[in-house]
């Protein structure tokens, strides 16, 4: 049987209503259509800006880009795609490593500079969505969400460690 979801039908009749994955991806696009928008005049996108902001603040000079993938819970090859537009833009640049297999990223200049304009306009898209949920409602969708994540992540973590018959 096929549902389609019509602006008339009230959200709790969405035959799906009570999936996750499903309310998490559609805030998910809402918000990023949100932070998008909001950073539109850097020129960066809220992806671009995580990964960024994570080369940045990342301890060591040219931190390996697998460990980012890893803080950001991405893919590799995900990573990869966020990071071709910020090195053409020459916000990122590629980094040696102690072991050439090893593919490092640093923040540039001019990517400090573009992150720092960037972040007021974060702070502001932040400040704007605690507003429009209510701030004690942010927060507790905030702790939510990264307490939700970190017991997903360590329930499949110990699934994965358990030998299967």
């Known amino acids: 049987m096929l549902f389609v979801y019509t602006s008339i039908m009230d ?11 499903l309310a998490s991806r559609r805030l998910a696009r809402v918000v990023t259509q949100l932070y998008d928008e909001a950073l539109s005049e850097t020129g960066l996108k809220i992806t671009q800006f995580s990964v960024l902001t994570a080369l940045d603040q990342a301890p060591g000079e040219a931190p390996r880009l697998g460990a980012i993938a890893e803080a950001l819970d991405m893919e590799p090859s995900s990573l990869t795609r966020s990071l071709s537009p910020l090195l053409r833009r020459g916000l990122v640049e590629l980094a040696s490593g102690p072991d050439r297999r090893e593919r490092r990223a640093r923040v540039t200049h001019e990517g400090k500079r573009v992150l720092e304009q960037a972040h007021e306009r974060w702070q502001h898209i932040q400040a704007r969505l605690a507003e429009d949920i209510g701030e004690e409602d942010f927060h507790k969708l905030l702790a939510l969400l990264h307490q939700g994540r970190q017991r ?9 460690e358990v030998p299967q018959p």
């Open 152 to 160: 997903i992540a360590d329930r499949s973590a110990a699934h994965q």
């Open 11 to 21: 959200e709790a009749q969405h035959p799906y209503y009570g999936c996750l994955c």
